[in-house]
């Protein structure tokens, strides 16, 4: 049963292709959610404000107005000040997602492929900041 205390993780796997991490967050003691769209992650957060959100920088060229649906959650995101982003992405697509984390908090970015090491440290970051009340 999930209480109001619990720390909340939502991993968005869009496209996926790496290891599965909900042991490791679940190990972290993170009450885990999966989704596998931001329309469906973007619903989700109207109901639950997570401490972390895992989602994937995924390049669209073809979009006219934003880079990728990572644009749409962060510009969320921004109203959850306590929430914190952490981006896996392509390096070839580092550029753009710098222009992103100019206008919208991001608090970590690993490229791909995932570390364990350094996702677990982003991770453990990300709970001191929360412990000391740091806002994104």
């Not at 973007?42 to 990572?70: C, H, M, W």
């Not at 929430?83 to 753009?96: A, M």
């Not at 608090?107 to 440290?121: D, K, N």
Request: with cysteine.
């Amino acid at each position: 049963m999930r209480k109001p205390t619990d720390k909340h993780l939502l991993s968005i796997v869009e496209l996926g292709g790496y290891p599965n991490f909900v042991p490791l967050y679940e190990e972290l003691g993170y009450v885990v959610a999966v989704e596998n769209s931001m329309r469906k992650a973007i619903g989700f957060l109207k109901k639950i404000k997570p401490a972390v959100i895992v989602a994937e920088f995924n390049y669209q060229s073809d979009f006219r107005d934003r880079t990728s649906s990572l644009e749409s959650l962060l510009a969320v995101v921004q109203r959850l000040p306590e929430t914190r982003v952490i981006v896996f992405y392509d390096r070839e697509y580092l550029p753009q997602l710098d222009k992103l984390r100019a206008r919208l908090p991001v608090h970590a970015a690993i490229a791909f492929p995932i570390e364990v090491r350094e996702l677990q440290s982003c991770l453990a970051e990300v709970v001191v900041l929360q412990a000391k009340g740091i806002d994104a």
